[in-house]
């Protein structure tokens, strides 16, 4: 099924694929029954494999001499209590847990252990060791893994009528490569690989016995990642590489994903409502941080004039130095209608209060604020346009900065005639890194209740208004989506015995 040349037998091919699958589900077909032989040395196989001679626990505490035969002739040791539980089963009495695996469930699990029985037994020893709600069900695992590849490989739906469908697509044209699956025929070391990974993630996400079906989902979600998308000369090699490496994060990111898109198919205009509701949310929220960084108040920088250097170091020059003042202080005010600012020569160690900024802007007189930040799209170049410093002599002198924001105004002169006028600028402030520019850029522009167009707060708007839906998602049950109503809702109470002596309480 790996070769190049399939086209002459792809026919027989298919049709051994599809009869792999018709041994598969019969196998699950039969069920595990303790009274036939076969079965019975199975499950003693599996006992036997897990080393019952050694030390075992019980809640944790150790108990001595475990072993079978509790009522046989005196003299035998007594019988574990948890023969089967420490195999990773929910009862003592195994045989009903595989009625929906089937056989099937039990040739992987036996499997398994024959090929890993040192591994089996040291994990089974580290389990032991571990509280009774913390071990990893063995038995479980690989009952769920045996289950995740049936449906995976839709098992179910295998047919000789579905070879007859192929037969369109065989006639003339190239095969499709997706209609074989090779990895079919790798079924045990699928089912080892994904059982060794169902061990590596309830190691890595700290699971205890209730998150057996979240671990579980996991998987699933695993094997339909890297299963389902490798193509047909994938070699098994790999399979198991990419199934043991996988990253855990990665993982819960499309289980979120999926999430999401189920939610979208059953409800999708009730999540889009909730979208456009958390969206809203989110750009309030936003827009209170960033007012918030106006009120606080920020240094900018001012670019430096150009003068001739004086290697004579004269009083002039002295003086010339001294009315510099390369530092920009704004504020919004408390009640946010005016931006006071004022011009200083170097960073003060605290900033200053609204009292020592001596010139202020009018919010209600501002046209417009206009960047060379304000493209999204420019989010990477924005990033480059920061202020440099240099040193020169004794001080850091600011370069001049290539990032700026202007704030416009109508002039009072060219509204005689009662339109609008024409603007002209009243305030330029040079940021000294992107994210104050974005700071106030934005700020300023939900001040005038206009909308943000910088990427960086823009993307914070999505970050917060995509966490929101997460966590109403996450808070939905199961359950709920299935239980219809509670009893009684809907009713409306009966009125009787009431009058109309009755009040609200506020």
Not at 132 to 148: D, K, N, Y
Not at 211 to 226: M, N, P, S
Request: charged letters at 30%.
């Amino acid at each position: 099924m790996q070769s190049s040349a399939i086209q002459d037998i792809a026919h027989p091919l298919l049709e051994f694929q599809s009869l792999t699958k018709v041994l598969l589900r019969k196998w699950r077909e039969v069920k595990v029954d303790l009274e036939r032989p076969e079965h019975r040395r199975a499950l003693k196989g599996l006992h036997l494999a897990s080393a019952p001679d050694r030390r075992a626990y019980v809640n944790g505490a150790p108990i001595e001499d475990p072993g079978e035969g509790a009522n046989k002739k005196s003299g035998s040791r007594r019988h574990n209590p948890e023969k089967w539980r420490r195999l990773g089963f929910e009862t003592e009495s195994p045989a009903l847990e595989f009625e929906t695996a089937g056989f099937l469930g039990m040739m992987d699990l036996t499997d398994y252990v024959r090929k890993n029985e040192d591994g089996f037994q040291k994990l089974l020893l580290e389990q032991s060791s571990r509280p009774l709600g913390e071990r990893c069900p063995v038995a479980r695992a690989s009952l769920a893994v045996t289950m995740i590849l049936y449906d995976h490989f839709e098992v179910d739906k295998s047919d000789l009528e579905e070879v007859r469908g192929y037969q369109g697509l065989l006639e003339g044209a190239k095969p499709n490569d997706k209609l074989f699956r090779p990895l079919l025929l790798q079924w045990s070391r699928l089912h080892t690989a994904g059982l060794h990974s169902f061990f590596r993630m309830w190691k890595a996400t700290g699971a205890e016995r209730d998150d057996f079906d979240k671990v579980a989902e996991l998987v699933r979600i695993l094997v339909e990642q890297v299963v389902g998308q490798a193509g047909r000369t994938k070699d098994v090699l790999e399979v198991e590489d990419d199934l043991l490496e996988h990253d855990c994060g990665r993982l819960r990111e499309l289980q979120m994903e999926l999430l999401e898109l189920s939610f979208e198919d059953q409800w999708g205009q009730h999540l889009y409502q909730v979208r456009e509701e958390l969206k809203h949310e989110a750009l309030q929220f936003v827009k209170e941080q960033r007012i918030r960084c106006l009120l606080q108040g920020s240094w900018f920088s001012k670019p430096l004039p150009h003068t001739k250097n004086n290697s004579q170091g004269g009083t002039g020059s002295y003086q010339k130095r001294r009315l510099i003042q390369p530092w920009r202080f704004a504020k919004l005010s408390h009640n946010r209608r005016y931006l006071h600012y004022a011009d200083f020569p170097e960073q003060t160690a605290h900033d200053p209060g609204l009292d020592a900024l001596t010139e202020k802007v009018d919010l209600s007189t501002i046209s417009s604020v206009v960047s060379n930040v304000s493209a999204p799209n420019e989010d990477t170049q924005s990033l480059m346009s920061t202020t440099d410093t240099v040193k020169g002599g004794n001080k850091e002198v600011t370069a001049k900065p290539t990032t700026k924001i202007t704030i416009f105004s109508f002039a009072e002169d060219s509204k005689k005639d009662g339109g609008e006028g024409k603007e002209q600028p009243i305030l330029t402030l040079f940021p000294i890194n992107h994210s104050l520019a974005s700071e106030w850029l934005d700020g300023l522009l939900m001040l005038l209740n206009q909308a943000p167009i910088t990427a960086e707060t823009n993307k914070l708007v999505t970050l917060v208004s995509d966490y929101g839906l997460k966590i109403r998602l996450l808070n939905v049950r199961l359950e709920t989506v299935y239980a219809g109503p509670p009893p009684g809702a809907g009713v409306v109470p009966s009125r009787e015995g009431l009058d109309e002596d009755y009040f609200y309480e506020i």
